[in-house]
């Protein structure tokens, strides 16, 4: 009988290890974006959006918004308005509402002819702190209008930063040089919109002629701590003032994530955190000016027609001016003591991208050596608890550090390697467990070679050990000279009878069919599968066997083929059992003197006119069964004659007589269990 040869199962294990491995080491490398892999940055949006959508904040009571809207609109005229109105405007939240810093999400960068308006509003914003904005261009030729405000730091201050993703300019549309000139200061007002179209982060400064400029987010924030010093390091922007110190960590490219809520405590998913106050209720007077009283004032419009209504990952129209206070009022929580005062400013940074790599390295590593050795529900098992300890990992950076880890990748990862061990599984093991099947399945009852291919683990797949197991040979007694009286083709017909009746005995009482050896067939009980009642059932198995032969002969006599006798050795004992043979054809087979002792006793049949002869061992192990002695056989080789026995069911005690010294050749604990009438019962 061919064994399979497994080792070919240990070197697709071995591929399907590197295999993974290699995997793993593509994704770290997308990861970090050395692969160019679109759809991890789109999977971690996703994630990253989805946690902002789920996230709750309180409602904000530092940062106001007063609001251009279209009730503003229709009630003091089509934008623009005059110059004079936004003066009025201006000096109004300072001078009546006692405002800190009010800055203009806004930019008047063309003059207004009307009378001296534009005089009228650089005269509005003299000795106010009032902070102006602009944009930066890049795709008008580098066309300027307007007068920038001074740099805040030198191109010098980025020597040894990662400025990898900065935003550089070579335009802009800034405000008329009377008003920049009067101003407290100004920002750029320009968002960080993403390949797909949504603000998930504000510039911080931003690259113009070798000058670095400041944010509108940054320019007020340092009048409201009091004209602020500025200190970019490699990881940080710092602010420090006379009201304390604002600390903003720094994504890629010198820019800040922008702390959404989608869910503001004490009202719904639609709530804004800021409260909103219409631009004409504060020039008409209808207002409580109290309401503004030391806080950052921040003017814009949520009027669908001034175009300023950005995608972002909790609203598909966000008006930008609440953006930039979603930002600010995200870092004056920073000026707090306690770190849980507000939004937790979070970064996206190469620290960050570098820390996910590592997750996708480590689970990955861990993942592809484990699997190929685990079967479906341990692969399973494992990447499920691969799965949560990445999102555990994810959470306490994102909840402690600050840190937005790309998960994605490492999730990606988890569930390729799952699908790629399940399939290789099902292709590798599922085609070796077909072969032992079909191997098998010529050799033992359909039971066991399901047994077999639900539990490989349990064969031992190469080589072979010592085992207690029992042998049985079984033959037609007088073969050759129903050969002589029958042609070829009928002979072959009787044989196949006999072989295949045979075959089926043995499967059904759970044994392993060996060979056939001419009109003899060879079959042993306890392996491969273990059987603690092998002897048993090897009994069993002979007694079924003549009656087998029984019927076998009812039908040959209707044919008129002569009858079959049959003879029946069984012995047991320590044997090697296993893959065995040349390196050119190997077979699963048995070998050791037990077997050649069951060879005998089938022989000894016909000297003792008994169907069936077991050896001594089988008589002590076959518990359910009773023997009756035959007495002690010389055997051709061997010095001492060996007890055999045969089925009670088979001898009348009255025909088999105790033959002289057999009671010495009994084991001694088996001496009292002889009787010449019952037999022995072992």
Request: one cysteine or more.
């Amino acid at each position: 009988m061919r064994w399979p040869t497994p080792s070919r199962s240990g070197h697709a294990c071995l591929r399907r290890r590197l295999a993974g491995l290699l995997l793993t080491l593509a994704t770290a490398a997308g990861t970090l974006g050395l692969l160019p892999v679109s759809l991890i940055d789109t999977l971690d949006n996703a994630v990253y959006d989805g946690r902002l959508r789920i996230s709750v904040a309180p409602p904000d009571r530092r940062v106001l918004i007063v609001d251009i809207d279209e009730a503003s609109i229709a009630r003091i005229g089509r934008w623009p308005w005059q110059r004079a109105r936004m003066g009025e405007l201006a000096s109004a939240l300072i001078d009546r509402g006692g405002a800190r810093v009010v800055g203009l999400d806004l930019v008047f960068a063309e003059p207004q002819h009307a009378g001296d308006e534009d005089a009228d509003l650089a005269r509005q914003l003299a000795g106010r702190p009032v902070v102006l904005g602009y944009y930066f261009t890049a795709d008008r030729g580098g066309r300027t209008s307007g007068a920038l405000p001074d740099p805040v730091l030198g191109s010098d201050m980025l020597a040894g930063l990662d400025t990898g993703g900065i935003t550089r300019w070579d335009g802009f549309g800034a405000n008329l040089a009377s008003l920049q000139k009067n101003a407290a200061g100004a920002g750029f007002f320009n968002p960080l919109i993403d390949p797909d179209g949504t603000v998930r982060a504000l510039p911080l400064m931003a690259q113009f002629q070798g000058g670095l400029y400041e944010s509108l987010a940054v320019s007020v924030l340092r009048h409201w701590l009091g004209s602020a010093r500025v200190r970019l390091d490699a990881d940080e922007l710092s602010l420090h003032g006379e009201r304390g110190t604002v600390r903003l960590p720094l994504s890629d490219g010198l820019t800040a994530l922008v702390p959404y809520a989608g869910k503001i405590t004490g009202g719904n998913s639609r709530a804004s955190r800021f409260e909103y106050v219409s631009a004409a209720d504060v020039l008409e007077g209808r207002v409580d000016w109290a309401r503004f009283k030391d806080r950052v004032v921040l003017v814009g419009s949520s009027a669908p027609g001034l175009t300023d209504l950005r995608a972002t990952p909790i609203r598909a129209a966000f008006p930008g001016v609440e953006i930039h206070a979603t930002l600010i009022a995200a870092a004056l929580d920073t000026v707090n003591a306690d770190p849980h005062a507000g939004a937790l400013l979070l970064t996206r940074s190469a620290a960050a991208t570098g820390l996910g790599a590592i997750v996708v390295l480590a689970v990955g590593a861990a993942l592809a050596l484990t699997m190929p050795v685990l079967g479906a529900l341990g692969a399973v098992t494992l990447s499920g608890a691969a799965a949560l300890t990445i999102w555990g990992s994810a959470g306490i950076a994102w909840n402690n550090l600050g840190m937005v880890i790309p998960v994605s990748a490492a999730q990606g990862l988890v569930v390729l390697l799952l699908i790629f061990n399940l399939t290789a599984g099902y292709f590798v093991e599922g085609r070796t467990r077909r072969a032992m099947a079909d191997l098998f399945g010529e050799y033992l009852s359909p039971a066991l070679v399901e047994r077999m291919v639900r539990d490989p683990a349990r064969l031992s797949a190469s080589g072979s050990e010592n085992r207690v197991l029992t042998i049985l040979f079984v033959d037609i007694r007088g073969f050759t000279r129903i050969a002589e009286t029958m042609p070829p083709e009928g002979l072959r017909e009787y044989l196949n009878t006999f072989l295949t009746a045979m075959t089926e005995v043995v499967h059904r009482h759970g044994g392993t069919v060996d060979k056939y050896i001419g009109d003899s067939v060879m079959a042993f009980w306890g392996a491969p599968l273990p059987d603690r009642d092998h002897a048993d059932h090897a009994v069993r198995a002979a007694l079924a066997m003549l009656d087998e032969v029984t019927r076998l002969n009812r039908v040959l006599r209707l044919r008129g083929l002569p009858p079959m006798h049959v003879g029946v050795g069984v012995n047991t004992g320590l044997v090697r059992v296993g893959d065995m043979g040349s390196r050119l054809r190997r077979t699963y087979t048995v070998i050791g003197d037990p077997v050649n002792l069951a060879a005998r006793f089938e022989a000894l049949t016909k000297l003792y006119d008994q169907p069936i002869i077991v050896g001594e061992s089988t008589a002590q192990q076959a518990r359910g069964h009773r023997f009756a002695p035959l007495g002690k056989a010389p055997l051709a080789g061997r010095h001492e004659p060996v007890l055999i026995f045969t089925p009670v069911s088979l001898a009348a005690s009255d025909t088999i007589p105790m033959q002289d010294g057999m009671d010495d050749g009994m084991p001694a604990t088996n001496k009292d269990r002889v009787d010449a009438g019952a037999g022995i019962g072992l």
